[in-house]
């Protein structure tokens, strides 16, 4: 069973362009979690969100925890081709400590 | 501040060979995890260390793999015999202690069985 579905699975797109990616479960998270990994490395974390309606800025990316903390989304303003990358969500729940589940991932290529 | 080092980086061997891998955590970082990423697929748990004890291996498929940590620090994961569908990235990644969420990930070893 996925608990955490990512949609799309693959975006290409164009240098400028605005993207949103999404993250959507059936099961309430204590954190959620956003990751990108690029070909031949690990994961790297973005952003961590715990509060039910949080917003997050980080430069041109903007990341969303849903109010009932079952869904998140990462919106990219102007993407560049250094955003390129597979982007990863990962859920925690209290109850299992600090272990994540993670998505099937978004795998974005930005065009120049 | 170093990051989490793993090695080797690639590996081919032949189905029911045994492999090895190792990763350094980084500094003072209690927990440390080890992770299965299939192509195209998120990274999956498969044994949580906390210091040099298990908290969680339920999805490690313990017929063929094993992993220890026994002074705490460094770590090793291995799979003997291995079979074709173990190809994948092996990622180990460390967290401060077990109730944080955030985690840091090694560059990860690719192990493709032939």
């Known amino acids: 069973t996925q608990l955490l579905e990512q949609s799309p699975q693959f975006l290409s797109i164009q240098e400028g362009e605005n993207l949103t990616v999404y993250c959507n479960s059936s099961?309430?998270?204590?954190?959620l979690q956003w990751y990108r990994q690029e070909p031949g490395e690990g994961p790297v974390l973005l952003v961590t969100v715990v509060t039910g309606g949080e917003v997050k800025k980080l430069k041109r990316l903007t990341f969303q925890f849903g109010d009932a903390r079952k869904d998140s989304s990462l919106h990219i303003t102007a993407a560049q081709p250094g955003d390129t990358g597979l982007y990863l969500c990962?859920?925690?729940?209290?109850?299992?400590?600090?272990?994540?589940?993670f998505g099937e991932g978004t795998q974005l290529t930005v065009n120049p | 501040e170093a990051g989490v080092a793993q090695s080797p980086r690639y590996k081919i061997i032949e189905k029911r060979q045994s492999v090895a891998f190792w990763c350094n955590p980084i500094?003072?970082?209690?927990?440390l995890y080890w992770y299965q990423q299939i192509l195209g697929q998120g990274p999956k748990l498969l044994i949580q260390f906390q210091n040099n004890g298990v908290v969680d291996d339920s999805q490690l498929p313990k017929d063929r793999f094993s992993a220890e940590r026994l002074k705490g620090v460094d770590s090793t994961l291995k799979i003997q015999p291995a079979k074709l569908e173990d190809s994948a990235v092996y990622l180990c990644?460390?967290?401060?202690?077990?109730?944080?969420?955030?985690?840091?990930f090694g560059p990860g070893t690719r192990l493709t069985v032939t």
């Open positions: 500094s003072g970082h209690a927990t």
């Open positions: 099961s309430v998270f204590s954190s």
């Open positions: 990962a859920g925690g729940k209290e109850t299992s400590g600090s272990r994540l589940t």
């Open positions: 990644a460390s967290s401060l202690w077990h109730t944080t969420y955030e985690q840091y």
